[in-house]
């Protein structure tokens, strides 16, 4: 099994990270390929920065298509997942409809914690366009840039925590999508509050795109 991730932007340090990420999910058996979209922003925050990284981002997808059976975009915004879809023969999967279908899986509703506010408007219509608002009780900001994640990640996960035990007091939930791809980072820094599942977008993403590779025919 071969899958393909490729990431948005242009910081090569979140690249191993996401590959790292996928890599446990999905098995010692599947072969990860995770190029990094040079011409894109060193983050993607919000729509301008998801808009100026999808030349590259499909730029990377065609030349690399070949060599796997699926491919993931490596942005929780899933920059540019329908024009991905349009132009490859393989399942391509975004990191945030992964999230949120994995977070369904644990029944009732879901909130999601995300980077800044910025990036809340963007996560709030594709839960729209996936039909998912329904089961999302609310989208957070946790105040924490995202290449903080890289650079400070025991600050950063301490600002994401706190954003993590206000949605489970407040938004009655039973799984908290974490807003980042960044973020799998952290994850052993991170606490998931009692009677509440953390989704880990890279872990989710990785883990249905083998499912889909082995389904198609």
Same mark, same amino acid.
């Given at each position: ?14 690249? +191993? ?80 409809? @992964? ?69 489970? @007091?407040?938004?009655?939930? +039973? ?12 994850? @052993? ?29």
């Amino acid at each position: 099994m071969r899958l393909l991730i490729v990431n948005p932007n242009a910081t090569e340090a979140m690249t +191993r990270t996401i590959a790292r990420g996928a890599q446990a999910a999905a098995g010692p058996d599947v072969a990860i390929t995770a190029p990094t979209n040079r011409d894109g922003p060193p983050a993607i925050q919000g729509a301008e920065d998801g808009a100026a990284s999808v030349p590259g981002l499909l730029a990377l997808l065609a030349a690399h298509a070949g060599e796997a059976d699926a491919a993931i975009i490596g942005c929780f915004d899933d920059t540019g997942l329908e024009a991905a879809r349009a132009a490859l023969a393989i399942p391509v999967l975004g990191l945030g409809e @992964a999230a949120f279908l994995a977070a369904c899986l644990h029944g009732g509703r879901f909130s999601v914690v995300t980077t800044l506010a910025v990036s809340v408007p963007v996560i709030a219509e594709n839960l729209r366009r996936y039909a998912l608002d329904g089961r999302c009780a609310r989208v957070r900001a946790s105040g924490v840039p995202v290449l903080a994640l890289e650079q400070t990640p025991e600050a950063a996960a301490a600002g994401v925590n706190a954003e993590i035990a206000r949605a489970a @007091a407040e938004d009655g939930v +039973r799984a908290i999508v974490l807003g980042c791809a960044g973020m799998t980072g952290i994850m @052993a820094r991170l606490t998931a509050p009692p009677g509440v599942r953390l989704v880990d977008s890279t872990a989710a993403a990785a883990a249905l795109a083998v499912a889909a590779a082995r389904l198609v025919a």
